[in-house]
Nanobody
Framework: QVHLVESGGGLVQAGGSLRLSCAFS????????MGWFRQAPGKEREFVAA????????YYADSVKGRFTISRDNAKNTVFLQMNSLKPEDTAVYYC????????????????????WGQGTQVTVSS
């Protein structure tokens, strides 16, 4: 069974940066593509970014493109989300998710394509 644990969330001022991490365990990490989603209060969970099994392909939601960067370290079984130029509207609980690598398709943003989820980490951006 895959286990995902997010960390790195916190409170930051607008314009600041945070780096989220997601530790993967239970299976072979390189067999999985990974994604980040977020859920703001009163809103549905939405796609943020995704990365294929090798790190060679990534894609982003338009709202974060140019500000956020997803990456992975297969030797450390960890996926990262570097968030720069944060805005108050980025405030949300951020979740990492894993999918079998054959499911990865650039542009796919639906939750149901992901097999495993972490518990989430809170990111709060003050104005």
């Amino acid at each position: 069974q895959v286990h995902l644990v997010e960390s790195g969330g916190g409170l930051v001022q607008a314009g600041g940066s945070l780096r989220l991490s997601c530790a993967f365990s239970g299976r072979t990490f390189s067999n999985y593509a990974m994604g980040w989603f977020r859920q703001a209060p009163g809103k549905e969970r939405e796609f943020v970014a995704a990365i294929n099994w090798s790190g060679g392909s990534t894609y982003y939601a338009d709202s974060v493109k140019g500000r956020f960067t997803i990456s992975r370290d297969n030797a450390k079984n960890t996926v990262f989300l570097q968030m720069n130029s944060l805005k108050p509207e980025d405030t949300a609980v951020y979740y990492c998710a894993g999918q079998m690598k054959y499911k990865f398709r650039v542009g796919t943003t639906t939750e149901k394509e992901y097999d495993y989820w972490g518990q989430g980490t809170q990111v709060t951006v003050s104005s």
